[in-house]
């Protein structure tokens, strides 16, 4: 359960990543992106895969790392 939670963490901070940018972001919403929502969602991306890499490390020890990588590709 731990690495479902894991995953999800990793792909929401991914989506936060592609939704800062204008592109992806006048794809999804059809309106521009502000700089402030922009900053956002670069914030949100940077904690959620920096949360997602500490809960590997924490619930898997000396293969936390390995897993977060292995998640991340």
């Keep these: ?3 479902l939670l894991q995953f999800s ?3 929401l901070g991914f989506n ?3 939704l800062a940018k204008f592109n992806h972001f006048r794809d999804v919403f059809k309106k521009k992106l502000t700089e402030k929502q922009r900053n956002s969602f670069l914030l949100s991306g940077w904690i959620t895969i920096l949360l997602s890499l500490v809960l590997c490390v924490l619930s898997d020890a000396g293969y936390g790392a390995l897993l977060f990588c292995a998640i991340w590709h």
Excluded: N, R, T
């Design 1 to 3: 359960m731990m690495e």
């Design 9 to 11: 963490l990793c792909f």
């Design 16 to 18: 936060c990543f592609a």
